[in-house]
């Protein structure tokens, strides 16, 4: 059975640093689209990044330069470092897959894309 699972959430101060795991099982996380996403308290699930089959990653606006996407294929594993972290930044994060997908251009960012979803885990950001 396909199962994504979220952890290494939790409380942080602003400027901090995070590390976020996304364990794949039930497909191979390399040879697919994955996703990372965020919902905050009021608002809708937006895309922070991807990472395509060949390994390219695409980013939010309003991420890039602070968070980086990347996988273990020996972990089937997704990861996300996300560094210099802003109050802005607290949400639900989840990650998504898209097994055998290949996508280019806003398909990447794009939920719709992306068939299989963690439950999730909590980030919060405050001084």
Do not use: H
Request: aromatic residues 12%; glycine residues 14%; hydrophobic residues 30%.
């Amino acid at each position: 059975a396909v199962q994504l699972k979220e952890s290494g959430g939790g409380s942080v101060q602003p400027g901090g640093s995070l590390r976020l795991s996304c364990t794949v099982s039930g497909f191979t996380a390399e040879s697919s689209c994955m996703g990372w996403f965020r919902q905050a308290p009021g608002k809708e699930r937006e895309a922070i990044a991807s990472i395509d089959s060949d390994g390219v990653a695409t980013y939010d606006g309003s991420v890039k330069g602070r968070f980086t996407i990347s996988q273990d294929t020996a972990k089937n594993t997704l990861y996300l470092q996300m560094n210099n972290l802003r109050p802005g930044d607290t949400a639900m994060y989840y990650c998504a897959g898209a097994p055998g997908k290949y996508y280019f251009g806003d398909a990447l960012l794009d939920q719709s894309s992306y068939g299989y979803w963690g439950q999730g885990t909590k980030v919060t950001v405050s001084a």
